[in-house]
């Protein structure tokens, strides 16, 4: 591939994306220890940066071909991607998506007039079904990450960063299938050698990682993470070869660290953000990546996240973050006990949640009990004194 590619998208693409421009964030900035910019894809249209891959693929094939019809596989942004350059274009879609495929994204899928197929547990289950059915049909199939027109059009958030912050010194990316990392890689390294690109992955979802370490393509028995676009098994032969050429450094980050990203976009930046576009920034925050005094452009590549999803995030950040605590503590268990303990935790300023009694462990005396709490309180210093309050106190606690 040649860079030149990339800019042939860029003007391809540029009467049908939004110009989403690289904004500074002083909070994460102060945070990080580096000079930290945004490159929000999550207020892309259709929520995410695969519109752009999907419309420079479909519109090349419909100058070049007159393709009347595509298939494709996706775990959701993709698919909805593709459902929307269809639209435009005048080509009707079939789009494969996994069973476990968060609603929103399906409606979403649907509702840009593409016929939506559920089918598997996984993205890699769903490509599989989208092959068979291209078989039967006949359909052009669009490949979320693994096509050189693809790789192009993802190539395209770089064209839009240097063309924003000439000056940039490291850009930060996701990595699932490799698409949006290939391609921006591929067009930055052949206009600033010297800008660093960092690939990040989810620990469950550690392909790319791998193959990157031991240069040679590797793909992944089982994913688990809460990044499900980025949960892939098997990344593309493509993109694989042109990360291991063009990208200085892959990290992991956990499940855990990108709650709290999420949720720190939401209550800093006011940007909703799913899981994926938020392992850039959790990569930097926990300092994955030696980025201080950099110039750092984080890719924030989608917001399409399940609403009913969004407290289950938002619960795991605060616990991550020690603004929610779980302990136990032995209790006696008579009239008067639980108000006595809970005038204790009221004194330390901290605001109860949840409760659970356990009175059915073995070596519980006859009037003993545990008590399970769960408590909102300021920073995870405050959640500390309040446990050795409660020790103080006479109750023997500690954090779960």
């Given at each position: 591939?040649?860079?030149?590619?990339?800019?042939?998208?860029?003007?391809?693409?540029?009467?049908?994306?939004?110009?989403?421009?690289?904004?500074?964030?002083?909070?994460?900035?102060?945070?990080?220890?580096?000079?930290?910019?945004?490159?929000?894809?999550?207020?892309?249209?259709?929520?995410?940066?695969?519109?752009?891959?999907?419309?420079?693929?479909?519109?090349?094939?419909?100058?070049?071909?007159?393709?009347?019809?595509?298939?494709?596989?996706?775990?959701?942004?993709?698919?909805?991607?593709?459902?929307?350059?269809?639209?435009?274009?005048?080509?009707?879609?079939?789009?494969?998506?996994?069973?476990?495929?968060?609603?929103?994204?399906?409606?979403?899928?649907?509702?840009?007039?593409?016929?939506?197929?559920?089918?598997?547990?996984?993205?890699?289950?769903?490509?599989?079904?989208?092959?068979?059915?291209?078989?039967?049909?006949?359909?052009?199939?669009?490949?979320?990450?693994?096509?050189?027109?693809?790789?192009?059009?993802?190539?395209?958030?770089?064209?839009?960063?240097?063309?924003?912050?000439?000056?940039?010194?490291?850009?930060?990316?996701?990595?699932?299938?490799?698409?949006?990392?290939?391609?921006?890689?591929?067009?930055?390294?052949?206009?600033?050698?010297?800008?660093?690109?960092?690939?990040?992955?989810?620990?469950?979802?550690?392909?790319?990682?791998?193959?990157?370490?031991?240069?040679?393509?590797?793909?992944?028995?089982?994913?688990?993470?809460?990044?499900?676009?980025?949960?892939?098994?098997?990344?593309?032969?493509?993109?694989?070869?042109?990360?291991?050429?063009?990208?200085?450094?892959?990290?992991?980050?956990?499940?855990d660290e990108i709650a709290a990203a999420i949720l720190l976009l939401l209550e800093r930046e006011k940007q909703v953000v799913e899981p994926s576009g938020a392992a850039p920034l959790a990569a930097v925050l926990n300092h994955k990546i030696d980025s201080k005094g950099k110039r750092v452009v984080c890719v924030l590549s989608g917001g399409n996240?399940?609403?009913?999803?969004?407290?289950?995030?938002?619960?795991?950040?605060?616990?991550?973050?020690?603004?929610?605590?779980?302990?136990?503590?032995?209790?006696?268990?008579?009239?008067?006990?639980?108000?006595?303990?809970?005038?204790?935790?009221?004194?330390?300023?901290?605001?109860?949640?949840?409760?659970?009694?356990?009175?059915?462990?073995?070596?519980?005396?006859?009037?003993?009990?545990?008590?399970?709490?769960?408590?909102?309180?300021?920073?995870?210093?405050?959640?500390?004194?309040?446990?050795?309050?409660?020790?103080?106190?006479?109750?023997?606690?500690?954090?779960?």
């Amino acid at each position: 591939m040649d860079y030149r590619e990339v800019e042939s998208a860029a003007h391809r693409l540029q009467p049908v994306i939004h110009n989403v421009r690289v904004t500074r964030s002083k909070t994460f900035s102060n945070m990080s220890g580096c000079d930290l910019y945004l490159k929000c894809e999550n207020r892309q249209k259709t929520g995410s940066f695969k519109v752009r891959g999907a419309f420079n693929k479909l519109a090349k094939l419909k100058e070049e071909e007159g393709v009347e019809n595509v298939i494709a596989s996706s775990a959701g942004n993709h698919a909805q991607g593709v459902a929307y350059a269809s639209k435009c274009l005048g080509i009707h879609a079939t789009i494969v998506m996994p069973k476990s495929t968060p609603i929103a994204k399906v409606q979403a899928t649907a509702g840009y007039g593409a016929d939506v197929v559920l089918a598997g547990d996984c993205y890699d289950e769903a490509y599989a079904k989208a092959v068979e059915l291209q078989k039967e049909s006949g359909a052009v199939f669009i490949h979320p990450f693994d096509d050189e027109d693809v790789i192009a059009g993802q190539g395209t958030i770089a064209y839009e960063i240097f063309h924003d912050l000439p000056n940039v010194d490291m850009i930060v990316v996701p990595a699932g299938g490799g698409g949006l990392l290939s391609g921006i890689a591929l067009y930055a390294k052949a206009i600033n050698p010297r800008v660093q690109i960092i690939g990040v992955q989810a620990e469950g979802a550690d392909a790319i990682v791998s193959s990157f370490d031991q240069k040679t393509h590797c793909c992944t028995d089982s994913v688990n993470t809460i990044a499900d676009g980025i949960a892939v098994l098997n990344p593309g032969e493509k993109t694989v070869e042109i990360i291991n050429r063009h990208v200085d450094q892959m990290v992991r980050v956990s499940d855990d660290e990108i709650a709290a990203a999420i949720l720190l976009l939401l209550e800093r930046e006011k940007q909703v953000v799913e899981p994926s576009g938020a392992a850039p920034l959790a990569a930097v925050l926990n300092h994955k990546i030696d980025s201080k005094g950099k110039r750092v452009v984080c890719v924030l590549s989608g917001g399409n996240i399940d609403v009913s999803f969004i407290h289950k995030v938002v619960e795991k950040g605060l616990l991550t973050r020690g603004r929610n605590m779980k302990f136990k503590t032995l209790m006696q268990d008579v009239p008067g006990a639980l108000e006595h303990f809970c005038t204790v935790v009221r004194k330390q300023n901290a605001n109860i949640i949840e409760v659970q009694y356990d009175r059915f462990q073995a070596d519980l005396g006859l009037k003993e009990t545990i008590i399970h709490m769960a408590v909102e309180v300021s920073s995870r210093e405050h959640g500390e004194t309040l446990i050795k309050a409660l020790n103080k106190a006479g109750y023997q606690s500690e954090i779960e």
